[in-house]
């Protein structure tokens, strides 16, 4: 049915994933707008390469595996614009949080500080891979690499973050 183009026959086929493509872009792009977009692009080209889809293969890792490529290339775009618009125009300062006294909201903060510190692939796979709990397996072909590099990304990842963990908080530290 959804093959033969059928718009109204998608929606249920991809609806139980629609949480888990909104929380990977957000946990890519760290902007909810951002995740908004790369979430409905990824739901776009998964309609439009259904046909392509393998059914030995597992849907989630498949549709996954786009929403990831969707919230990166949208991660990409929004990288250039600000090296443009810090280049070429005034310096930009994001406005203050209304919320910046919630711990949930430091939290995610923290995380997003930490995260960025990582390079686009080792943040796709840290994020398919400990945020997602895909198997290495999984993530090599969500990110269509091998087990190896996915063990290598995310082995510098995790390397990453936690050194940027003991920078930004020392006091966290185990002492002895």
């Not at 430091?106 to 960025?116: G, H, I, P, R, Y």
């Not at 050194?163 to 530290?173: C, G, K, S, T, V």
């Amino acid at each position: 049915m959804v093959l033969s183009g059928r718009t109204e026959a998608f929606e249920p086929l991809v609806l139980p994933y629609r949480d888990s493509l909104m929380a990977l872009a957000f946990r890519i792009t760290w902007n909810r707008e951002d995740a908004r977009e790369a979430a409905q692009e990824a739901l776009f080209r998964a309609f439009k390469y259904l046909h392509r889809y393998d059914p030995s293969q597992s849907f989630r890792n498949w549709i996954l595996r786009i929403g990831a490529n969707a919230a990166c290339d949208r991660a990409r775009k929004l990288r250039r614009e600000r090296e443009v618009v810090q280049e070429f125009g005034p310096e930009i300062r994001s406005k203050d949080d209304p919320e910046a006294g919630c711990r949930a909201r430091e939290f995610q903060s923290d995380l997003a500080s930490c995260l960025e510190v990582l390079s686009p692939r080792e943040r796709e796979v840290f994020v398919l891979r400990d945020i997602e709990d895909m198997s290495v397996g999984e993530t090599a072909r969500a990110i269509g690499g091998s087990s190896v590099s996915v063990r290598v990304h995310l082995s510098r990842a995790r390397r990453k973050i936690r050194d940027a963990i003991r920078e930004r908080y020392p006091h966290l530290e185990e002492k002895g």
